[in-house]
């Protein structure tokens, strides 16, 4: 039965996937009734990309190399912000003077979106790796941070009771009780905080950069490839969902014996 | 039979015991004045109407909350914090849902310390004393309500305390588990024998279950009254004495709205 569903969800995203490409097709390569340098058939998408691989022209790097530039800065931004806002989130949370010295900061900074520090980061910084990272780290550590404190909060008296019965010490009721409890927390704000960064990686190299995806396809904008531009942004959707994926398997194999939140 | 038990020593001793909450709009007196007694290896039953203050008695009891006045002794030592020689069972939600039935089970002696292969063979031990064996490796949100109560009964046991408290372990759960989860708490009880202080609201699950009930009235929360049960265990929940008593009880408990 459960089998069965998974079967027939899967046929049902390839025929939705496959209409839809169908249908730019359509509209495109049989109608022609949008201009090619307006919106390119994807068979042209396809045989762009394909050549991307190995062609550096017009932007001066083949696709790879524009996207292993953005997912070096991307995940060099969003490793620091979990090593960093993890532990941090969780002493604010479990330890309330910290809280009180990191929150003010904190929650005047929160609601700035990590693309309004890019004006700032170039003069501070230039418009090299150092600046992006500095604002892939600043957005990710929002939702990472914010997570990991309300999964510290989430945990229960009881649970809290339980182990003082047990004679557990403070660290261990942090590291064995609160910190167990708060992993699917944790792991969203991780999930969260990916969206975040790659979405601030393409919007900063859009505009200071020179290289990554964001820049290939600001430059295909500048000459009229609309083609490259959508491979760009195909490649960005691919990336962001692989790496969706691997952290969803990294959950599944952390957290055990919940549901996720 | 009755001598032995006057020979047994008192586990728990209560004495004068009152607790009061206070916050912004006032305070609350939830108990006036308890005085109390557990005898080693008893079973006893803590009845009262619905939010009269059963569970904040239990926590005064067992030290998980101060009492206002009054002292509380288990074993001669005055108690003001929670601590290793009481064991608690919660309703089934208790359980850490992270870990295994091994690792609920072994939980205790792994934070006192005690080294692996020997905390695995004792909690291997409770966890067959409850009936489930086999089902070490199952996280709690794949058993039912009864298996994980019972997870709960073998995670108190493992620790080996001197009282067990349980507070309402089986209000949660569907009327044919209870029945039978009553019948398994019995079976454990008399395998492996420890002074339990047992909190329901269930009068019929009281005098299937104790050696002594003890009425409390509404809150403010004092003793109403005392019955000591000396029917034969397995007890006959049709039986007419057992009927009889029950019609008593009720009659005597407070009524709530």
């Known amino acids: 039965m459960q089998k069965n569903k998974t079967l027939l969800y899967l046929i049902l995203s390839i025929v939705s996937l496959a209409l839809f490409i169908g249908i730019w097709y359509y509209f495109t390569a049989v109608l022609q009734i949008v201009s090619p340098k307006t919106l390119p058939s994807p068979v042209k998408v396809f045989t762009t990309f394909i050549d991307k691989f190995t062609n550096p022209n017009p932007d001066g790097a083949t696709l790879l190399v524009h996207a292993l530039s953005s997912l070096k800065i991307t995940l060099t931004g969003y490793l620091t912000a979990i090593v960093i806002g993890v532990p941090l989130g969780i002493a604010m949370a479990w330890y309330p003077k910290v809280d009180l010295y990191v929150r003010p900061i904190f929650d005047l900074l929160k609601p700035i979106p990590g693309v309004a520090w890019v004006p700032l980061m170039i003069i501070m910084l230039g418009i090299g790796f150092a600046s992006k990272v500095t604002v892939i780290f600043i957005s990710a550590i929002v939702p990472v941070l914010l997570n990991s404190y309300s999964g510290i909060k989430q945990t229960r008296d009881v649970h809290i009771w339980v182990a003082r019965t047990f004679g557990a010490s403070d660290w261990q009721m942090l590291t064995r009780i609160a910190i167990p409890t708060s992993l699917p927390y944790v792991m969203t704000g991780i999930r969260v905080a990916l969206g975040a960064a790659w979405t601030t990686i393409v919007a900063a190299e859009l505009i200071a950069s020179t290289e990554g995806l964001g820049f290939m396809i600001q430059q295909s904008r500048g000459i009229y490839r609309p083609d490259i531009i959508i491979v760009g942004m195909v490649t960005i959707g691919i990336i962001g969902s692989v790496l969706g994926l691997l952290l969803m398997l990294i959950e599944s194999v952390l957290v055990k014996g919940r549901s996720k939140v | 039979m009755d001598e032995a038990r006057h020979m047994s020593k008192s586990i728990i001793v209560a004495q004068g015991i009152s607790k009061t909450f206070t916050n912004k709009r006032g305070s609350t007196k939830v108990i006036e004045n308890i005085n109390l007694e557990v005898r080693e290896n008893e079973f006893l039953c ?114 080996e305390p001197v009282v067990l408290f349980m507070d309402q372990p089986f209000g949660a759960l569907d009327a044919q588990t209870r029945y039978l989860m009553q019948e398994e708490i019995i079976r454990i009880w008399e395998t492996a024998k420890r002074t339990i202080v047992f909190v329901t609201n269930n009068i019929e699950e009281a005098i299937y279950l104790a050696d002594r009930i003890v009425l409390l009235t509404n809150t403010p929360t004092q003793i109403k009254k005392e019955y000591k049960i000396d029917f034969p265990r397995p007890r006959d929940y049709t039986d007419p004495d057992f009927l009889a008593l029950r019609e008593e009880i009720t009659n005597e408990m407070d009524k709530t709205l």
Not at chain 2, 63 to 85: Q, W, Y
Not at chain 2, 89 to 97: N, R
Not at chain 2, 124 to 144: D, M
Request: glycine share 14%; hydrophobic share 30%; proline share 6%.
């Open chain 2, 46 to 159: 803590l009845v009262g109407p619905g939010q009269c203050g059963k569970t904040t008695a239990v926590n005064v009891l067992s030290g998980l909350e101060p009492a206002s006045t009054g002292t509380v002794k288990i074993n001669g030592k005055t108690i003001t914090r929670p601590g290793p020689d009481r064991g608690f069972v919660f309703q089934s939600t208790a359980l850490y849902p992270w870990l295994t039935v091994m690792g609920n089970v072994e939980y205790g002696p792994k934070v006192r310390g005690i080294k692996k292969s020997e905390r695995r063979e004792k909690a291997q031990y409770y966890i067959n004393l409850v009936g489930l064996e086999g089902f070490e490796h199952s996280y709690p949100n794949q058993l039912s309500g009864g298996m994980q109560q019972r997870v709960g009964i073998a995670r108190a046991y493992c620790n």
